[in-house]
Structure formats: C-alpha cells, structure tokens
T-cell receptor
Framework: AQKITQTQPGMFVQEKEAVTLDCTYD???????LFWYKQPSSGEMIFLIY??????QNATEGRYSLNFQKARKSANLVISASQLGDSAMYFC?????????????FGSGTRLLVRP | DAMVIQNPRYQVTQFGKPVTLSCSQT?????MYWYQQKSSQAPKLLFH???????NEADTPDNFQSRRPNTSFCFLDIRSPGLGDAAMYLC?????????????FGPGTRLTVT
C-alpha cells in the first residue's frame, strides 16, 4: 500500500499567487515526521519544511507553510507569493522507522510551473 | 560550508563495466544513505549505513554494493551496470539521536549506461 500519496502530477500557478500542493499519508505509528523537498531540474533535493506528528503548530519557513491535518492524515504544502524560481518538482516524504534507523518514504512528486 | 559532495556529477559507463560513485560529507553525520531516482520518479532507497552498520533494502539488487571506509566517505559500487541502472544517484546524510530529523542531500550523480 502506498504510504505517501501526491495526487497532483502537475500544477500551474501565476507568479505572486499562492499554491497548495497536496500530500496524504498512511501510518499506524503515533510518532512520525513529514517533510517537503524541492527538486529543481539540476537534480539536488532541497529541504523545505518539516512537521512532527506531535507538533501542535503548523510548521512555517518563510514563504512555505505546512497545513497539517492529523485526523485526515494530510500534510499539504502552501507556497505563498510564488516566484519563477519556485518552478520545480516537489516531493512529500514521511520518516519511517526501519530496522536500525529511520528512512524517508517519498511520494511520487508534483511538478510545479510558475507562470510569469 | 558543511555539505554533502558527490563525485562525479555525471558518469558515463559501458554496459557491464563496473563503476563507483562517491559521496563525502563534512557534517559529521552518523547515517549515510544512497537513493536511486529514475526519470520522473521518486527517489528509492537502496541502502544506508548507520555508523559502520550496513542496512540493505530488501529489494535492492545484488549488483549494487556499498562501502563506508570512514565517517566522511561512502561509495556506491555497481558491479555490472545494465541499461536499467541509468538514473540519478543521490547521497544523503542525517544525524540520528539528536532530535534533528532532516536528511541533507548531495547534488547527485547522473549515471548513463551505453
């Protein structure tokens, strides 16, 4: 069963507008963490934001915020005031306990294109 | 600046010819990971080292091996590359046990198999 689901293969947004990228997850653990990474065409994975399952406040980092709805198991990324440089692939990931340490399980990604 | 470095950034190898990709880090992180990412797909974990302990994912082919001679370096060896092994290979690090959960990624090595 897929543990991280990103239902939007591609999204468009007008420059300076806000956009929400969807992510739902599935876990039976009480303690877990959720991440969003940005991957430009050059290939590197850039960490954007982290939300712990016990965090009461939604995480924010500059123009990025995470809309965490625990009961619905969703962790949507909101990018405010989109910029042309935000055009990239965006991955949602969940930290999962492995045999000896934690590992990240990634969703299939959403390609965001910002229009001028 | 502390970082994760991968060399080379682009690697071309011939079908069946062994190839080694390298990763180094100046973060002094105790965990190092290797991911394979094929075009338009999510990164897939191949294996990781927790300190000196090697942890292989169940579905990682035997063709893929790894070495970690010290804290700073980790290598990915592909013994007999096939055309299906062409991909981006991402190295990442993390520091377990400190409450910091982020994985720091290197820029990746794009492997082409001819």
């Amino acid at each position: 069963a897929q543990k991280i689901t990103q239902t939007q293969p591609g999204m468009f947004v007008q420059e300076k507008e806000a956009v929400t990228l969807d992510c739902t997850y599935d876990t039976s653990d009480q303690s877990y963490g959720l991440f969003w990474y940005k991957q430009p065409s050059s290939g590197e994975m850039i960490f954007l934001i982290y939300q712990g399952s016990y965090d009461e406040q939604n995480a924010t980092e500059g123009r990025y915020s995470l809309n965490f709805q625990k009961a619905r198991k969703s962790a949507n990324l909101v990018i405010s005031a989109s910029q042309l440089g935000d055009s990239a692939m965006y991955f949602c990931a969940m930290r999962e306990r492995g045999d000896s340490s934690y590992k990240l399980i990634f969703g299939s990604g959403t390609r965001l294109l910002v229009r001028p | 600046d502390a970082m994760v470095i991968q060399n080379p950034r682009y690697q071309v190898t011939q079908f069946g010819k062994p190839v080694t990709l390298s990763c180094s880090q100046t973060l002094n992180h105790n965990v190092m990971y290797w991911y394979q990412q094929k075009s338009s797909q999510a990164p897939k974990l191949l294996f990781h080292y927790y300190d000196k302990d090697f942890n292989n994912e169940a579905d990682t082919p035997d063709n893929f091996q790894s070495r970690r001679p010290n804290t700073s370096f980790c290598f990915l060896d592909i013994r007999s590359p096939g055309l299906g092994d062409a991909a981006m290979y991402l190295c990442a690090t993390s520091r377990e046990g400190t409450g910091s959960y982020e994985q720091y990624f290197g820029p990746g090595t794009r492997l082409t198999v001819t």
